[in-house]
């Protein structure tokens, strides 16, 4: 049973970039046809897509954050990162990393759901 | 860019049905998939492509996507049950991940 697990620095300040790791146990991610994804959900609020990896390691990101963003795998360490640059208060929000399934259809091939996802981590700005 | 919308709210008695509505522009032509989240938890998958249940989902989780509203149906909901539900599906046009705002069920 895959799980995964957020680690990082709970505190990051103003203008700084916030690094996140996601460790993906009970199998590699390499290997299916996974995207590795990042969703952050500020306090009493919505979730918010940040973006994935595929196991090809192509990337994409929401365009909202798209400038600040970068999602890199380290599949010797069975582990993938999230880095966002320049930060604000804004950016305050408990980060999740999560499995996407691949779905393919005429319009190409996308995540079509997310499962697992891992606890959790408060990150603030 | 795409957006999906719920109410913000749904309330429903122990043991009867509750019906959360997700809507977005001819909706029917994604798939939408749903997530439960308990306080402090994390979010779980209820519903995938439209009405697929994961393994160890109770049965009395359903869903369906007709039109512009997907819905997820709760049967005889159990106090359980009271979360905040988010619907989610994916927009070709702009390649991304889309969230629906959530909807709080409360089980009085």
């Known amino acids: 049973q895959v799980q995964l697990q957020e680690s990082g620095p709970g505190l990051v300040k103003p203008s700084q970039t916030l690094s996140l790791t996601c460790t993906v146990s009970?199998?590699?991610?390499?290997?299916?046809?996974?995207?590795w994804s990042w969703i952050r959900q500020p306090a009493g609020k919505g979730l918010e897509w940040i973006g994935h990896?595929?196991?090809?390691?192509?990337?994409n990101y929401n365009p909202s954050l798209k400038s600040r963003v970068t999602i890199s795998v380290d599949t010797s360490k069975n582990q993938f990162s999230l880095k966002l640059s320049s930060v604000t208060a804004a950016d305050t929000a408990i980060y999740y990393c999560?499995?996407?399934?691949?779905?393919?259809?005429?319009?190409?091939?996308?995540?079509?759901?997310?499962?697992?996802w891992g606890q959790g981590t408060l990150v603030t700005v | 860019s795409y957006e999906l919308t719920q109410p913000p709210s749904v309330s429903v008695s122990p043991g009867q049905t509750a019906s959360i509505t997700c809507s977005g522009d001819?909706?029917?032509?994604?798939?939408a998939s749903w997530y439960q989240q308990k306080p402090g938890q994390s979010p779980v998958l209820v519903i995938y492509?439209?009405?697929k249940r994961p393994s160890g989902i109770p049965e009395r989780f359903s869903g369906s996507n007709s039109g512009n509203t997907a819905t997820l149906t709760i049967s005889g909901t159990q106090a359980m049950d009271e979360a905040d539900y988010y619907c989610?599906?994916?927009?070709?046009?702009?390649?991304?991940?889309?969230f629906g705002g959530g909807t709080k069920l409360t089980v009085l």
């Open positions: 989610q599906a994916w927009d070709s046009s702009t390649a991304h991940v889309v």
């Open positions: 001819k909706l029917e032509n994604k798939y």
């Open positions: 990896i595929y196991t090809s390691g192509s990337t």
């Open positions: 492509q439209d009405n």
């Open positions: 999560a499995r996407g399934s691949r779905y393919c259809s005429g319009g190409g091939c996308f995540p079509n759901w997310f499962d697992p």
């Open positions: 009970g199998g590699s991610i390499s290997s299916g046809s996974y995207y």
